[in-house]
Structures are given as structure tokens and as C-alpha cells.
């Protein structure tokens, strides 16, 4: 939906803009990745609370009070297999956002070293906690990565006390303009 009402919007707008991009190649197929990582929090290990968030708000287990600060840095692997193979790697900040505790401002780099990409993602965006999987954009990066656009699906599939396991789910799309970028 979100998607095609995009693509009308290019429609209109490629009258304007077509004397700016009429050297490129016409009908080059834009360049997209899918896959799924995996990724470890261990609490106090990997991932700790710095910040404790406002005094008097009534949390349970699973939540953390509104102006809560988490740092982490998590390895990412090929399954839910702590010992699976090593592709990356997110250093984050998470900020508990709402006042039943339950979502987070999240802001993260990814650091990714599959075969044939390497490089970087920056993330921003809401995780809802636990309750149901949420959307992240992804607002850039760097390497192989550099300009890429798109989202992370993020859920929680494994919480087992003090290790958190995230399913991470790319979709990382790059615009037509990040081949000549990457050429020059
Ligand atoms: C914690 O509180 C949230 C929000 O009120 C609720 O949805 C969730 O079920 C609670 N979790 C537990 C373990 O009680
Ligand atoms: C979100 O915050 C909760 C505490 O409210 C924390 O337990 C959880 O690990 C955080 N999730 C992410 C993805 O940062
Ligand atoms: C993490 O460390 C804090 C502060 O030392 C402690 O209160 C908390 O219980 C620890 N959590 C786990 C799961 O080890």
C-alpha cells in the first residue's frame, strides 16, 4: 500500500525530474538483499542498563519505566545458535519511550560482513517490546551498504533470563543512484 502510493508519487513526479537523470541507464532493476540474522543480548554482558528511567512509574518484569538507557553491543549470527556463524555485529542505544514501558527508542549501526558485502546499516526507530514484531527503517550506511534504504522486521524469539535473542529480518533496498556513487 505504503508502496505503491509511493511509486505514484515517482510517476508524477518523473516529468519534472527527467532532464536531471535522463544520462542514466533507463530501466536499470534496482538492487535489493533479504535475510535474517540473529541477535545475542546478554544482559550485563553485552547489553546494560545505564540509566534507570523515571522513579514512581508502575512497570512489571518485562518492562522498564519511561527515560530507561540501555547500551548494548551484540554479536549477529547465522541462526538462533549463539555458537552459528559470526555475520555482524550492533552497537545501540535503546530508550524506553512510553509510559507503560513497553517501547523503546531504539538507534543502532550494524555492522555487516556477509560474503560479497561489507559494511555498514544505521537504524532508527520503535521497538514495541515483546508484544508483537516492529518495523525499523533503515536510514543509511557505509561500504557495500553505502545509501541503502529499507527496514529490519525485529522480534523477540528467545528470552531465556539473562539472554535475549532477537530475529532480525533485512530488507534493505538501494536507490538508483548508489551504483554511480559508489563508481566514482
Ligand atoms: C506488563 O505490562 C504490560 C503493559 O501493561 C502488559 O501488556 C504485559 O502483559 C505485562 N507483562 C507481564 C509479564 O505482566
Ligand atoms: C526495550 O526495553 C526493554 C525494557 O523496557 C528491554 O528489556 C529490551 O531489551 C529493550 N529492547 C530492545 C530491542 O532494545
Ligand atoms: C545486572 O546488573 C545489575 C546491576 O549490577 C543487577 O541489578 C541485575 O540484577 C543484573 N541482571 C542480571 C540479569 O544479571
Do not use: C
Not at 518492562?63 to 555475520?87: H, N, W
Amino acid at each position: 500500500m505504503a508502496l505503491s502510493s509511493f511509486s505514484l508519487v515517482i510517476l508524477f513526479l518523473l516529468p519534472t525530474i527527467s532532464m536531471s537523470i535522463s544520462h542514466h541507464q533507463p530501466n536499470t532493476a534496482l538492487k535489493s538483499m533479504h535475510f535474517t540474522l540473529y541477535q545475542h543480548d546478554n544482559v550485563n554482558k553485552t547489553g546494560f542498563l545505564i540509566v534507570v528511567g523515571v522513579s514512581g512509574l508502575v512497570v512489571n518484569s518485562t518492562a522498564s519505566p519511561l527515560g530507561s538507557i540501555f547500551v548494548l553491543r551484540d554479536p549477529l549470527t547465522a541462526t538462533q545458535d549463539p555458537s552459528s556463524k559470526l555475520l555482524g555485529e550492533i552497537e545501540g542505544t535503546s530508550i524506553t519511550s512510553s509510559f507503560d514501558g513497553l517501547d523503546n527508542l531504539s538507534i543502532g549501526k550494524i555492522t555487516l560482513n556477509l560474503k560479497g558485502h561489507k559494511g555498514s546499516i544505521s537504524i532508527l526507530g520503535s521497538i514495541n517490546n515483546l508484544i508483537r514484531p516492529s518495523d525499523v527503517p533503515v536510514v543509511g550506511g557505509t561500504g557495500d551498504f553505502l545509501f541503502v534504504q529499507g527496514y529490519l522486521g525485529v522480534s523477540l524469539v528467545n528470552f531465556q533470563g539473562a539472554n535475549l535473542i532477537y530475529k532480525l529480518e533485512f530488507h534493505l533496498y538501494w536507490p538508483p543512484y548508489a551504483a554511480s556513487a559508489i563508481m566514482d
